[in-house]
Each structure stands twice: as structure tokens, then as C-alpha cells.
């Protein structure tokens, strides 16, 4: 698991998220979408209405580790770590 804090561009150990039901549905329904295929190069995004807030989410593989060149600069700096 990897968590990058994209406003202060950094690495995060611990999180909470606090979800509507609605919020929660739409993860839910987005996250089966990318687990029908995993090694898809596919992600989501869920927004709070006024976009104050924003979770991205993506699936990682081996395989896709393999080729860190499909991430930015600081998502690659940080998937490399162990």
C-alpha cells in the first residue's frame, strides 16, 4: 500500500477517510471496476461536491512496478520505496 500526500508531495503512513453512503457506493463501484482487470492502466477519481476534495485511487501489480516510466516523478519516487 502507498499513500502520497499530493499537496505536500510526500509519502503517508497512516490515513483516515471519512465517507458518505453515497461516497462509500461510489468508491465501492469504481474500486470493483479496476479489480476486473488490475493490470488495466486505469484509476478513478471521487470528488467532494464543491471539489474541495479529491481521493485518486489506482491498483498496483508486480507487474506494473516493473515499469515505473507510466508514473509521475514523485508517484515513482515513492512506489520505489520498499
Same mark, same amino acid.
Request: proline share 2%; with cysteine; hydrophobic share 35%.
Given at each position: 500500500?502507498?499513500?502520497?500526500?499530493?499537496?505536500?508531495?510526500c509519502?503517508i503512513?497512516? !490515513?483516515?477517510?471519512? /465517507?458518505?453512503?453515497? *461516497? =462509500?457506493? $461510489?468508491?465501492?463501484?469504481? !474500486?470493483?471496476?479496476? /479489480?476486473?482487470i488490475? *493490470? =488495466?492502466? $486505469?484509476?478513478?477519481?471521487?470528488y467532494?461536491?464543491?471539489l474541495?476534495?479529491?481521493?485518486?485511487?489506482?491498483i498496483?501489480?508486480?507487474?506494473?512496478?516493473?515499469n515505473?516510466?507510466?508514473?509521475?516523478?514523485?508517484?515513482?519516487?515513492?512506489?520505489?520505496e520498499?
Amino acid at each position: 500500500m502507498k499513500i502520497i500526500d499530493l499537496e505536500r508531495k510526500c509519502s503517508i503512513g497512516a !490515513l483516515s477517510i471519512y /465517507l458518505t453512503p453515497n *461516497e =462509500a457506493e $461510489e468508491f465501492r463501484e469504481e !474500486l470493483d471496476k479496476l /479489480l476486473k482487470i488490475p *493490470e =488495466a492502466d $486505469e484509476h478513478f477519481h471521487i470528488y467532494e461536491n464543491d471539489l474541495s476534495r479529491e481521493i485518486s485511487c489506482s491498483i498496483i501489480t508486480e507487474k506494473k512496478l516493473q515499469n515505473l516510466k507510466r508514473y509521475n516523478k514523485l508517484e515513482r519516487t515513492i512506489l520505489a520505496e520498499s
